[in-house]
């Protein structure tokens, strides 16, 4: 069974429109996280969540929100797609918060906006 | 803020060559220090972590790291490197309030066959 996985692995769509990426852990964690991975290769944490409460939220548009059903779901919803918002997303998870906990990450979901 | 600096953008190495890939923190005491792989098109796993003690830990694949305090670095070594080690490595630390991890810019390695 795969540890965290996110889905839609490719994610192709326009400007203007609105999507979602969805993300499950099965690791029973009580932390997820939402990172954006731009062309250079540099993560961004972009939201985290404990115990479905939003602990931190970094400086990024009000287009991107996180949407946590329950410990095991961390979503990520996106309105009016812009071309930067084009990056590779990933899901993460850890025990406890990050302090001595090491994260596990999902595979990724690669989104392209023409 | 917690900062991590990866000095090495892109390194390529000849197979069966040995590797070491640098890694300076900023950071008020001793900090937790992790390094992650991420094979191409893959997410990120990770290599090895160092919380205390004997500041020479060893990882998966082979890996080992050796935090220097004094250096305020933690780079990460292998005596011979493999063609499957071609990837994207990054240092991390938790950040002051232990509420995220700060990456460093990551590395690329290269390996020549």
């Known amino acids: 069974d795969t540890a965290v996985s996110q889905t839609p692995k490719y994610l192709v769509t326009q400007m203007g429109n609105d999507k979602s990426i969805k993300c499950e852990q099965n690791?029973?964690?009580?932390?997820m996280y939402w990172y954006k991975q731009d062309s250079k290769k540099f993560l961004k944490i972009m939201f985290s969540y404990n115990n479905k409460e939003l602990i931190i939220n970094e400086t990024v548009p009000n287009r991107f929100s996180p949407k946590s059903p329950d410990k095991a779901h961390l979503n990520l919803h996106i309105n009016s797609l812009e071309l930067g918002d084009s990056a590779v997303y990933f899901c993460?998870?850890?025990?406890?918060?990050?302090?001595?906990?090491?994260?596990?990450f999902g595979a990724g979901s690669r989104l392209t906006v023409l | 803020a917690q900062s991590v600096t990866q000095p090495d953008i892109h390194i390529t190495v000849s197979e069966g060559a040995s590797l070491e890939l640098r890694c300076n923190y900023s950071?008020?005491?001793?900090?937790?220090l992790f390094w992650y792989v991420q094979s191409p098109g893959q997410g990120l796993q990770l290599l090895l972590k160092y919380f205390s003690g004997d500041t020479l830990v060893q990882g998966i694949k082979g890996f080992e790291a050796e935090f220097k305090r004094s250096q305020s670095s933690f780079n990460l070594r292998k005596p011979s490197v493999h063609w499957s080690d071609a990837a994207e490595y990054f240092c991390a630390v938790p950040d002051n309030y232990g509420q995220n991890f700060v990456f460093g810019p990551g590395t690329r390695l290269s390996v020549l066959p």
């Open positions: 993460a998870s850890s025990q406890q918060g990050p302090g001595a906990n090491v994260l596990t």
């Open positions: 950071y008020g005491a001793t900090p937790y």
């Open positions: 690791l029973g964690h009580d932390t």
